[in-house]
């Protein structure tokens, strides 16, 4: 399975940038995916993660009411959009996956594949 991030960039607070993930490989293993990010000093935190059919989702606190996770099964991608984005937000996010995990898997142990992360930089 290989993962393929894209969509970060430079943003002023308040503005909004959408995070795609496109999937290629084996890809039925791909039941759960999921966003986390790493900020300079910081860990790995978790952001977000859907299950295969895309109705079930899951958020870590300091996005829930602002990001938005979604899946396009056809097109094999995960897409994050992210609104209302604060200097908190920046950081490296990186898109991950793996096939026993649940939505509700917010650790990055759980996830076996991971993408190799895009940058998301918010100015004041």
């Known amino acids: 399975v290989q993962l393929q991030a894209s969509g970060g960039g430079s943003v002023q607070t308040g503005g909004s940038l959408r995070l795609s993930c496109v999937v290629s490989g084996r890809t039925e293993r791909t039941t759960v995916m999921g966003w986390f990010r790493q900020a300079p000093g910081k860990e790995r935190e978790f952001v977000a993660s859907?299950?295969?059919?895309?109705?079930?989702?899951n958020y870590g606190d300091a996005v829930k009411g602002r990001f938005t996770i979604s899946r396009d099964s056809p097109k094999n991608t995960v897409y994050l959009q992210m609104n209302s984005l604060t200097p908190e937000d920046e950081a490296i996010y990186y898109c991950?996956?793996?096939?026993?995990?649940?939505?509700?898997?917010?650790?990055?142990?759980?996830?076996?594949?991971w993408g190799q992360g895009t940058l998301v930089t918010v100015s004041a």
């Open positions: 991950a996956a793996d096939y026993r995990s649940s939505i509700y898997s917010t650790s990055q142990q759980d996830y076996h594949y």
């Open positions: 859907i299950n295969r059919s895309g109705v079930r989702k």
